[in-house]
């Protein structure tokens, strides 16, 4: 029973372990990471800039209350001229006229008609738009990041591991050369020398698992997860090239931008505005000491005629300069992106070639090197020189890691560059 138990336990632990040896794993929890959480604030920014823009277009209404003192009799609301003869003739009728009046109501406004309003609604909808791609740009990025430092991991464990095999044949070679030693048949200057090739080794290791713990903090500081061991990767397609959709979102604020000229100038039209009051007086009349309570309401169309705003010639001009600054901005980025391009396709086709070199001479490189122990086993070759076949295998087999670590690092940049999906090139 307690083992059961133990397992139930252990298996939300299990399956954690199991889910981070996937890919799709990490792309899953990159989601929640604050350099996303970020993007999606501005997405939310933005969908309440248009909130805001539309909600110009709703009534407002006001609620007041005020107590004014006047020196003399002052009117409580207007009155017809007609109403007040009658209240002349007759002091018995309390007149709306008081010193002290105490007055309470509500007050409504609204837009009928203001052009910029719909303008500035349709800004914010296109910056909606421009925050929601970068959102996906981003996690483009990095998703490239992700797999870009898990390349590196693997380069570093098969760097390791290559180190590690020359580290063994070393060990192998050095009790042949204390032997000969030993026996007189080499030098002492011998033995100190596979001696150090070995300390080497050992010093390699070190900036080894020094670069490894660089690439697991790269994964961690997007995804939140340690992976110890590099995770397995397979390449299931290829870059699609076409626009740059790393572009889009500027191609956005542009647009957005634009808008907004259009909105200052709108500013500039004749808008009609929906007015209303609502007004309950009360005071002490001041013929006759009676208390009157008085109702009043106005509704009104008022059209707004700009005929001459300096500040918003100068707005016009200032929105005008942002749009130029952009496109300029956007000149200069599509021109380097279309160099980056360029360099970096031409750059896969060659590194597709230089693996498959790199693979025939590894394996040329180990065959001379099992015939350089053979021949310093045989007094036929010296220390030194059996030494250079160990070195050049070990370069040789780091070249070819290396490569195919920018090979993985190249197509992720295309593909964040052409805006394709990560999930659908690497597995």
Known sequence: ???????????????????????????????????????????????????????KLFPKLDAFGTVDYTNTPSGMLPLAPNDLFVMIKDQSIAQPFSQNIFRAGAAISMPVFVKSIYTMAAKAK???????????????????????????????????????????????VKKLVNTKVNNGRAPESARLKISNGINEIDLMRNEVAMNREKAIAAIFTLTGVRVEKPIPMEQTGTYADGEFRVLAPL????????????AEKEKLYPALLLHGNYNHSYAMSYNN?????????????????????????VKIKQSKLDVLDLQNEMDKMRMDFAAQAQQLESSLT??????????????????????AKVAYGTD?????????????????????????????QTLMKLAVIYGNKIEEIVK
């Open 289 to 313: 000491n009676l208390a009157v309570n008085k109702d009043y309401a106005t509704v009104g169309l008022v059209l707004k005629i700009p005929l001459f705003e300096k500040s918003q010639y």
């Open 1 to 55: 029973m307690y083992r059961n138990i133990l397992i139930l336990l252990c298996f939300p632990i299990l399956l954690q372990a199991q889910d981070e040896r996937e890919m799709s794993a990490l792309f899953d929890s990159l989601r929640t990471n604050p350099h996303i959480r970020s993007d999606e604030i501005l997405m939310e920014r933005a969908l309440l800039g248009k909130s805001m823009a539309n909600s």
């Open 350 to 371: 060659l590194l597709d070639a230089s693996i498959k070199l790199y693979e025939s001479s590894v394996k040329d490189k180990e065959e001379l090197l099992r015939i």
């Open 251 to 262: 191609k956005k604020k542009i647009e957005a931008t634009e808008l907004g000229v259009r």
């Open 126 to 172: 296109m910056m909606y738009q421009s925050a929601e791609i970068k959102w996906e740009i981003d996690l483009l990025k990095n998703e490239a990041v992700i797999v870009s430092s898990n390349t590196n991991l693997q380069y570093m464990d098969a760097l390791g591991k290559a180190l590690d095999k020359k580290r063994a044949s070393l060990e192998t």
């Open 380 to 408: 036929r070759m010296t220390i030194e020189d059996y030494l250079k076949y160990e070195d050049d295998l070990l370069m040789e087999k780091s070249k070819l890691y290396k490569v195919q670590a920018q090979k993985w």
